[in-house]
């Protein structure tokens, strides 16, 4: 037998033989209640085995058992669990490390033929990769391939050998920090991720074959400085292997193949059946509750400043008590357990002075006192304010002309009408002077056809506004070509602002409108005929809001946001007209810093419309064209933005 120590660097650790010393460790075992413990069954250090060291294991192990399953799964913090179970006991796998590989090495168990095969484990995002399995001249043989940085650990439980693969933490260096690291904690990448989380014991190896518990809890007690209390009940073997585990985690793993559990009180640590230590704690709470049936009620007055006493009542009635029971039957004294009261307490309210009414015993009378006070403060305010932007932008151009062409002709002779400028009286001037000169009555004038204007094609420019019109007139051997060209452009731009604000207290809704009822005419019909009944509809500006303050400062919205604006009506013939409503409205749930501006929603809406009235195929003509069609064309653009800024007050308990 070897004993190694675990303090030396694994490059320069050597065997030393025990003799004296053997025999002493030996005589401190049994001196503290421990079975006989074979020297030639334990070795203790950082990764040796004490399989070497031991006698022939055909001379020491009973008939060779069957590997009857293999099971493979991913456990905490990333680690593959490699489960082995046999047909019977006696089993004693060997765990050792070849290069990246872990072995496991079964001399006394034979491998059916069915589990020889490769397992790909590698879906599992573990450690191991692969999982070879095969028999040998002397038993069966395990192979793991590994990838990446591991620590490997294993331990046996009936017919059950588990080995688990954990993957290497990243190494704090706490001399980085100036810091020297603390006792009890793990400085290097020994332990795993997994166990580096819960577990901060000095690392460990044992390895121990059908060894017993309260010999294991010894050594456990000797590495972790701990005193360690072994009900007499704890009896059994164990057989494990261990590789630079911490001893936290090693007794845990202990506890756990055995049913065994702990209870910790300071440097002191009490081992038992799980049973026995559940039943302690139901005695232990039994007694206390029969303490508090026989102890004296006493009678507070606790006044409520801030909150409601009704509400604190069924809170720390009612409502606790549901949770405590969560639906389901409970024990007698859970039934008779009214939330924070015992057995025999009461709780009552007066709303006059909002005051609570407290009877029961001191310890529960100041247990409640104690919660009054950290329930009664003064919530938080916040302001809330939103802006509500509507911006529309408007682009309208049309062209469009009117043309016509006249003249009268009478024996092959053109005559002007009067209305034809100056030119008409100029000629009747001249024709009167030399009807006065001449000695000859001149012949009778012949009657004289006016020649009106016509616009024979009328496609004018009409938007809602008139624009201006050019027109043109030209006389020419008796005709009159009128042509009228009309043009017209509208702009339009137009901004709504909204700015509502509201102040409410955290967690209770606020609710802020602002608009009117727009009336209008239904008509029902009934025995006496139809009857008009005037209906109404609403245009609002509203803001609801529900904030909550969170812990780090912040402001949860359960906001709605609506803006309402009449539209016009819609016309219904002898019914009258019914309202149209442009509806814009916004419900969302947003986390918004305190003080911060956010848009919460926003709306943007673009138009492009062109429209062409021609004549077939004169209005395609080129230029001359645009004299027999009309174009119209519009854009517009709508934009909506909803902004919201919360802002917390403070408010401090006096």
Known sequence: MTFTNAKQP????????????????????????????????????????????????????????????????????????????????????????????????????????????????????????????????????????????????????????????VPRATPVVAAAQGKAPAMGAVSSA????????????????????????????????????????????????????????????????????????????????????QKEIAQFEQDKEDARISLEERAEKVTEYIPVNYANAEDIAKLLTEESKGNQQGGNQQSSQNSQDRGFLSGRGSISFDKRTNTLLVIDIPQRVSNIKSLVQQLDKPVDQVVIEARIVIAN?????????????????????????????????????????????????????????????????????????????????????????????????????????????IVTSNQKEAVIRQGKEIGYLTVSGGQGGNVPTVQFKEALLELKVTPTITNDGRVFLNMGVKKDELDGFISLGSFGQV?????????????????QTVVIGGVYEFSDRTDISKVPFLGDIPILGNLFRNKSRSKSKAELLVFVTPKVMRVSQR
């Open 10 to 165: 694994q490059s320069v650790r050597r065997p030393l033989h025990i003799g004296a010393l053997a025999a002493g460790l030996a005589a401190g075992l049994y001196a503290a209640g421990a079975s006989a413990l074979p020297v030639s069954a334990i070795a203790v250090g950082m990764g040796q085995s004490a399989t070497g060291a031991m006698a022939d294991p055909a001379k020491r192990t009973p008939d060779a058992v069957t590997v009857s399953a293999i099971d493979f799964k991913r456990g905490d913090g990333g680690s593959g669990k490699l489960i082995l179970r046999f047909s019977g006991s006696g089993a004693a796998p060997d765990l050792h490390k070849m290069g990246s590989n872990v072995v496991v090495d079964i001399g006394n168990a034979q491998l059916p033929a069915a589990l020889q095969r490769p397992m790909n484990v590698t879906d599992f995002a573990t450690p191991v990769q692969r999982i070879d399995a095969r028999a040998t001249s002397s038993g069966a043989q395990l192979v793991l391939g590994t990838q990446g940085a591991f620590e490997s650990m294993a331990y046996q439980s009936g017919n059950e050998y588990i080995i688990e693969i």
């Open 393 to 501: 932008e408007s682009v309208a151009r049309e062209l469009g002309a009117k043309f016509g062409i006249s003249g009268v002709a009478r024996d092959g002779k053109v005559y002007y009408g009067d209305h034809i400028g100056n030119n008409i009286s100029t000629q009747n001037s001249l024709l009167n002077a030399i009807d006065q000169n001449s000695t000859t009555p001149p012949p009778a004038v012949p009657v004289r056809p006016t020649l009106t204007r016509g616009l024979n094609w009328s496609m004018p420019a009409a938007l809602q506004n008139p624009g201006g019109s050019l027109a043109l007139s030209i006389l020419n051997a008796g005709y009159a070509l009128d042509v009228e060209l009309s043009a017209i452009q509208e702009q339009g731009r137009g901004e709504v602002i909204s700015n509502p604000r």
């Open 190 to 273: 020994s332990a795993g991720s997994a166990a580096s989380a819960r577990y901060s014991g000095k690392a460990v190896t044992f390895n121990f074959q059908d060894v017993p518990v309260r010999t294991v809890l010894q050594l456990i007690a000797e590495e972790s400085n701990l005193n360690i209390v072994a009900a007499d009940t704890v009896q059994g073997n164990v057989t494990l292997r261990l590789v630079n585990v911490p001893w936290d985690q090693a007794l845990d793993l202990v506890l756990q193949a055995k049913s065994l559990d702990k209870r910790r009180s300071g440097n002191v640590v009490w081992v038992a059946p």
């Open 579 to 595: 309202p149209q409503i442009a509806r814009r409205e916004v419900n969302t749930a947003v986390l918004v810093e305190d003080g």
